[in-house]
């Protein structure tokens, strides 16, 4: 009898998150959309360490002239 138990609460727990697709479809477009708030913050901070870079680069060249 626990076996019969088990089987149909694990095949009523299946059905109910098998007709509730909506839920992961949400947490999917939040993943995708920090994963692209992540990207576009981690260029941003590689923009501005590069224009750093150049703007030293140029100040050293300038002083050894």
Do not use: H, R, W, Y
Not at 2 to 19: E, I, N, P, Q, Y
Not at 36 to 55: G, K, N, R, T
């Amino acid at each position: 009898m626990k076996k019969v138990f088990a089987l149909l609460l694990s095949a009523g727990m299946f059905a109910a998150v098998a007709c509730n697709p909506q839920a992961s479809q949400e947490s999917e477009e939040k993943a995708l959309q920090d994963s692209l708030e992540m990207a576009a913050q981690a260029d941003s901070i590689a923009a501005a360490e590069q224009a750093a870079a150049e703007e030293s680069a140029d100040s050293v060249s300038a002083d050894s002239l």
